[in-house]
């Protein structure tokens, strides 16, 4: 409650909310606070640690309805994913630009260990890249873990490889189960693909992220970025007039 209660104002207000401002916002006294935290640092970690964690983003994907099209369950997925890295970039970026260093828990967000600092846009986060612990190898042979089926499903691993779940709470482990529940939405489709779900999943998310990191004010950015409906008619039937044509 506390925390959920101060993180509209940690966006506001960066490290420079008050316990008071809180207490209020949560209908507490401001004393509730400091027995539940040792101090308001702790408090704002707490706060770090809440908006780069997934679990709130992964139950909305957990609960898109795979009846619905393609086309649809992409679109759903990618707003969902949009709005928490915007949420996780404005939270982070709020406390580092106000000056608050204590690093939070692992997440999307942060390079080991530490969030990414703002990346000149008005404090998003940077999203992963790929390169040091950001979103696993397209081709699903590395540091992949067993992929839990959360829609009532037996768990199965998506590379035939027990027992090499990355550490719990880790920021591979959150892309991990990112891009599981990506495919989860893919899998009723899957004859439908000249890839593997688990592969279309990876490009999914790699293009989602990509437009997600990309300065608006890029030298190439003559046109506007890219939408995510045309993200997913990218995805779904590439960029040729006549697929198979060049």
């Given at each position: 409650m506390i925390v959920a209660a101060a993180l509209p104002l940690v966006a506001d207000y960066g490290a420079a909310?008050?316990?008071?401002?809180?207490?209020?916002?949560?209908?507490?006294?401001?004393?509730?606070?400091?027995?539940?935290f040792k101090d308001k640092d702790e408090l704002l970690d707490?706060?770090?640690?809440?908006?780069?964690g997934t679990d709130h983003v992964l139950r909305e994907l957990a609960s898109i309805s795979l009846d619905e099209?393609?086309?649809?369950?992409?679109?759903?997925?990618?707003?969902?994913?949009?709005?928490?890295?915007?949420?996780?970039?404005?939270?982070?970026?709020?406390?580092h630009a106000s000056g608050h260093r204590r690093g939070p828990a692992p997440g999307i967000g942060s390079r080991g260990g530490e969030t990414a600092p703002p990346d000149g846009r008005?404090?998003?986060?940077?999203?992963?890249?790929?390169r040091d612990g950001?979103?696993?190898?397209?081709?699903?042979r590395d540091r992949e873990a067993p992929r839990p089926n959360r829609r009532g499903g037996e768990a199965s691993p998506s590379n035939g490889r027990e027992g090499q779940a990355p550490p719990p709470g880790s920021r591979t482990q959150s892309l991990t189960a990112?891009?599981?529940?990506?495919?989860?939405?893919?899998?009723?489709?899957?004859?439908a693909f000249r890839l593997s779900p688990?592969?279309?999943?990876a490009a999914f998310l790699g293009l989602l992220f990509t437009r997600l990191q990309?300065?608006?004010?890029?030298?190439?950015?003559?046109?506007?970025?890219?939408?995510?409906?045309?993200?997913?008619?990218?995805?779904?039937?590439?960029?040729?007039?006549a697929p198979g044509s060049a």
């Open positions: 909310v008050t316990t008071s401002q809180i207490a209020r916002a949560a209908g507490i006294g401001e004393g509730t606070i400091f027995r539940a707490a706060c770090v640690t809440e908006a780069v099209p393609l086309a649809a369950r992409l679109a759903e997925a990618a707003e969902a994913l949009h709005a928490h890295v915007e949420r996780m970039g404005t939270v982070v970026g709020a406390l008005g404090g998003e986060a940077a999203p992963p890249d790929g950001g979103l696993p190898p397209p081709d699903g990112l891009r599981n529940a990506v495919i989860e939405l893919l899998e009723p489709d899957r004859t688990e592969k279309v999943a990309a300065p608006a004010s890029a030298p190439e950015a003559d046109a506007p970025p890219l939408t995510l409906d045309e993200l997913i008619a990218i995805l779904l039937h590439g960029t040729l007039n």
